[in-house]
């Protein structure tokens, strides 16, 4: 059985400009998260998926170690309208090569730099012990109960006929605690992209739950500051 990473990090980026090569703690970051496979104990070989020449030398720059390789994408198949899912689906034999029933692909956004190869190492140690897909998650930061969208009129419509806002059930010993994939960690059977029926990583599969420090996800400069004060925080406990 070998474990192959896959890391997807195009250049593109509306929001914030170079958001993968941005410097996150004295490196780019994109490293963080093909450091955390490369070193997580059973990951065998990582993959940089990316529409980029300077991410490829920058990953090369900073990681010294043969299991890191390149899939090269074309400038079509890293577009932002690009779903990573069907890429892979649609790319598998040529990501993953000749590979064997049982081999397993883990894949990990560049956008969650916190994951450690100890989540790594756990994930698979649940994705053994189950047999089962795994994806990593955390809980919201705030009841989901309370949720609600904006109408046409900038009113406000609940998104349950449940809604404490309705019923008034505010205290929050009552809600229920609800959880959502951070994008961290998928593992999955490499021959399972092969299959039709198979629409979505969280088809069958079982989540790995990880604390809501270690899944902030950086989508704007605010979550790049969040990250960087939990960083620090973590080196003055050293």
């Not at 956008?111 to 140690?125: G, I, K, Q, S």
């Amino acid at each position: 059985m070998s474990y192959i990473a896959f890391v997807p990090a195009r250049s593109g980026s509306k929001r914030v400009p170079g958001k993968n090569i941005k410097i996150l703690a004295d490196k780019p970051l994109f490293i963080h998260t093909l450091e955390a496979f490369i070193h997580a104990d059973k990951v065998d070989k990582v993959i940089l998926s990316t529409d980029s020449e300077e991410y490829w030398e920058l990953a090369k720059s900073f990681i010294k170690s043969k299991k890191l390789v390149l899939d090269y994408r074309s400038s079509n198949d890293a577009g932002d309208k690009i779903k990573i899912f069907d890429y892979l689906k649609d790319n598998c034999k040529d990501i993953f090569g000749d590979f064997h029933d049982n081999d397993v692909f883990l894949m990990g956004l560049p956008t969650v730099p916190l994951r450690r190869y100890h989540h790594v190492n756990e994930a698979v140690v649940l994705f053994e012990k189950k047999n089962k897909a795994i994806f990593s998650a955390t809980e919201y930061g705030f009841p989901v109960t309370f949720a609600f969208n904006l109408t046409d009129e900038n009113a406000w419509a609940p998104i349950s006929k449940n809604s404490p806002m309705l019923t008034g059930n505010t205290r929050s010993q009552d809600q229920k605690t609800a959880y959502h994939p951070n994008g961290a960690i998928y593992i999955r059977r490499i021959a399972d992209l092969l299959s039709p029926d198979l629409s979505t990583l969280y088809h069958n599969a079982l989540p790995y739950l990880m604390s809501r420090a270690d899944s902030v996800d950086i989508d704007n400069k605010i979550d790049f500051l969040i990250a960087e004060a939990i960083i620090d925080s973590e080196k003055e406990k050293e």
